[in-house]
């Protein structure tokens, strides 16, 4: 009789902290959210020229939570894709705000402000599946 074994999962682990694991998953969420806010602000400040200030308010809160994300992926002992994912939001999180504070003065950093925020979205809702309940 051969013996097979299930590929390692991806998923958090629960082993003593399953506190911080809630936390990573309702991070995770709130990104989703505020990412989904962010597009909305943005496009009120093109089309209508609403104020931008809260866009970027929340844009530093939104690397704020990611780099937090990056440690409770590792607390939550995670393992390969997950890590990445996080570490890969955090990266794309501070390129967004750079691309945003210059996009002031250039039109190119403007003009990759926007599909990069596509990119994050993406991202955050493939990161907040990867560690929904049930995949651990």
Request: glycine letters at 12%; aromatic letters at 6%; hydrophobic letters at 55%.
């Amino acid at each position: 009789m051969i013996e097979t074994t299930a590929p390692p999962t991806a998923a958090p682990t629960t082993t003593g902290r399953p506190g911080l694991l809630t936390a990573y998953r309702v991070l995770a969420g709130l990104s989703v959210l505020i990412v989904l806010v962010q597009a909305a602000l943005a496009g009120r400040h093109i089309n209508l020229g609403a104020g931008i200030e809260l866009h970027g308010i929340l844009g530093n809160t939104l690397f704020a939570i990611a780099v937090v994300m990056v440690v409770l992926s590792f607390l939550t002992q995670t393992r390969g894709v997950v890590v990445g994912h996080a570490v890969g939001f955090a990266a794309l999180c501070f390129v967004q705000i750079g691309l945003g504070y210059v996009g002031r003065d250039t039109a190119e950093a403007a003009a990759w402000h926007i599909p990069n925020g596509v990119l994050l979205m993406g991202l955050a809702v493939a990161h907040l599946t990867l560690i929904l309940p049930g995949r651990d």
